[in-house]
């Protein structure tokens, strides 16, 4: 349970959008999947948005909630930031871990929808990324053919734009639960070639959880590869708590 939080530092849109520059994938660390991509603040529809999990938990969307109280005791709705946050959080056992709150990040990527049903992301892959995966053995998750909703009917045999909530999910969904508008960060325009690792579900399809070891993702690669191109928004100075290297098993190059 948290107990207080002592705000170390108030940033600006600029100084996030630094951040964001700097933020590295998992598998591919020479790779600033946002350094040249463009980068505003707004407040879209969240039935509009996709979700690369659509399964969130009660205890994270809990935490979301005492975080606000915390944050609007000190004047800050963390529901419209436009720029961010660092801070310490100390808990019930007087453990102090560092954080960066910022806006819920959403990329606005092209995803090529089949004709019939599922997602095709064999032209969408960097040259590199398509070398690692050949020497690693890792592959296109076959579940991307099956996937099918409603929300994708009208893209089928296109290419579309598709935003896809890459970080701050919780947040969005206890946002969505108060009914308020909320900022978020659209990224259009990153690094092409290195996808999110984890493939669009429509919004609709949110639902809540008790236990966090549910999961119902589709990763784009298949395992143990299936996290590679992980955004890792540590690398760009936004703290997640206890930060720790990868371990052995998440080291994939």
């Not at 290195?194 to 008790?210: D, Q, T």
């Amino acid at each position: 349970m948290l107990k207080k939080i002592e705000i170390k530092h108030e940033f600006s849109f600029n100084e996030l959008c630094s951040r964001l520059k700097n933020v590295k994938l998992r598998g591919f660390p020479d790779v600033r999947i946002y350094r040249d991509a463009n980068m505003r603040i707004s407040c879209p529809p969240v039935m509009s948005l996709f979700t690369p999990q659509p399964c969130v938990y009660t205890p994270i969307l809990n935490r979301v909630r005492e975080l606000s109280d915390f944050f609007s005791e000190k004047g800050i709705d963390i529901f419209n930031l436009t720029g961010g946050v660092d801070y310490l959080a100390t808990d019930e056992k007087h453990e102090v871990t560092e954080w960066t709150l910022i806006p819920p990040v959403v990329e606005v990527v092209p995803i090529k929808f089949n004709s019939d049903k599922g997602l095709d992301y064999s032209r969408s892959l960097a040259p590199e990324l398509v070398s690692l995966m050949k020497e690693k053995g890792y592959e296109l998750n076959p579940e991307l053919k099956n996937l099918d909703y409603p929300e994708y009917e009208q893209f089928k045999g296109q290419t579309a734009l598709i935003p896809i909530i890459c970080d701050g999910s919780h947040r969005v969904e206890v946002g969505e639960q108060r009914k308020g508008l909320q900022t978020m960060v659209l990224v259009t325009s990153p690094q092409r070639g290195f996808p999110y690792y984890a493939a669009p579900k429509p919004y609709s399809s949110v639902h809540e959880e008790l236990n966090s070891e549910k999961s119902d993702k589709t990763h784009v690669l298949t395992s143990p590869g299936h996290k590679l191109l992980y955004r890792v928004f540590p690398s760009g100075g936004i703290q997640n708590g206890n930060v720790r290297p990868p371990t052995s098993k998440e080291t994939y190059v």
